[in-house]
Structure formats: structure tokens, C-alpha cells
């Protein structure tokens, strides 16, 4: 390994040592979007005493606007769909319609885009309690039917409260 590669090497693990805190979803999210590059859009470094949760969660704001403003909505926005789950992450239930509306009911991994496509729905069958009969997802291949997890999704969203210590959100049993 040359010099150059060995610095690089140490660069991307003290960066991703210091966004673990942030969890792994988020992590997938930063990795798929090149975070650690100064030459990526997607390029995330905060300051040493910037809040990194605040900071990223506008990152994620700012991302999913670009990619909207940029978006053709006649058809699936993985970049919509993956800043949107970002959001998720951040209790923002409302991004869950969103990913459906540019996610395809299937994916598998594949050279060019590696698990990248599969991570909206990675996140928003972890985040949401969603029913492993309409969908699941793994970073090797993912299957939702979409119609009904926009069913299942409109029948539940009052009853969603988000649980902040797991970063996810429950069906509140209380409304039952």
C-alpha cells in the first residue's frame, strides 16, 4: 500500500469513527452518498463543536431539496428517496410517503449502485414496524408491495409515535 492509499485509509477511518454516533442508518445513507469527498455534492464535515445530529439532519434537509428541486417526478427518485429516508431517521414520518412514491417494489444489489438502491427501503422497513408480508429488506435484496404499504401506512399513521431512544417508530398501543 502505497503512502498516498495509507493516509487516505486513516482519513476514511478516523471520519467514519467520528460519525458512528449518528447510527448505522445514517452511516449507509452518508457512505452511499459520498460524504467523506470534498469533490461530492454530497460532501458532509462539520466542525468539531457543530452538533453533528443537527448537523446532519440539515444536510439531509438540504440534500432532499436539491434532489427535489432537480427531480422528473414521472418517475422513481432514488436521491429523492434516499435523502427522504434520511429524514425518516429524524422522526419526520411525513418523508415515509415519499420513499414509496420513488422506490420500486424490488431491488437487488448490483456493481454499479452496490446497496445503495436498496437503502430507502432498508430504512423505512426498519424505522416503520411494517409487516414482513408486505415488504422486506436486507443490503442484498429488498421486496415491498408498494399498494399496500401505502395502505397499510395511511390505515396507521396516527397511531405512529416516535420512540427516541431506538430511533424508530412504534405503533402506539395505547390507540388500540
Not at 454516533?21 to 445514517?26: C, E, I, S, T
Request: glycine share 4%; with cysteine; aromatic share 10%.
Amino acid at each position: 500500500m502505497s503512502k498516498v492509499e495509507s493516509e487516505f485509509n486513516h482519513e476514511i477511518t478516523i471520519y467514519l469513527e467520528r460519525m458512528r454516533v449518528l447510527g448505522n442508518l445514517r452511516l449507509l445513507i452518508l457512505k452511499c452518498i459520498n460524504a467523506i469527498s470534498p469533490k461530492s455534492p454530497g460532501y458532509f464535515n462539520p466542525g468539531a463543536k457543530v452538533d453533528l445530529f443537527d448537523a446532519c439532519r440539515r444536510h439531509f434537509e438540504i440534500m432532499y431539496e436539491q434532489a427535489t428541486a432537480q427531480a422528473n417526478f414521472s418517475e422513481a427518485d432514488l436521491a429523492v428517496a434516499i435523502f427522504a429516508a434520511g429524514l425518516l431517521t429524524y422522526s419526520r414520518l411525513e418523508m415515509a410517503e415519499i420513499i414509496l412514491r420513488n422506490i420500486k417494489s424490488k431491488y437487488e444489489t448490483d456493481h454499479g449502485c452496490g446497496y445503495c438502491n436498496l437503502v430507502p427501503m432498508l430504512i423505512f422497513s426498519t424505522v416503520l414496524p411494517l409487516p414482513k408480508e408486505i415488504g422486506y429488506c436486507s443490503l442484498t435484496e429488498g421486496r415491498i408491495d408498494l399498494e399496500a404499504a401505502k395502505s397499510w401506512l395511511c390505515t396507521n399513521k396516527a397511531l405512529f409515535r416516535w420512540d427516541a431512544e431506538t430511533e424508530r417508530f412504534l405503533l402506539d398501543e395505547r390507540n388500540f
